[in-house]
């Protein structure tokens, strides 16, 4: 996979930190159940120091994100 930065660069982006295992798993059920095409229309990680970093196509569905997250 190309490195992150380059990836898909127009894309609206967050990022927050993941403290615990069951925040992640919150984190993809919420997306699963409220974005319409998430694995369409967002690409994620997970880094080493526990940030979750996404990428939005939509306005809509990154400023969703943002007001329930961060």
Not at 10 to 25: C, D, H, M, Q
Request: proline fraction near 3%.
């Amino acid at each position: 996979m190309t490195d992150w930065d380059s990836y898909k660069p127009n894309w609206y982006t967050a990022r927050i930190k993941v403290g615990s295992p069951e925040k992640f798993e919150e984190l993809m059920r919420w997306m699963q159940i409220n974005l319409q095409g998430h694995r369409k229309h967002t690409v994620w990680r997970l880094t080493d120091d526990n940030y979750f970093d996404i990428r939005f196509r939509f306005e809509r569905d990154y400023e969703w994100f943002v007001l329930r997250w961060c």
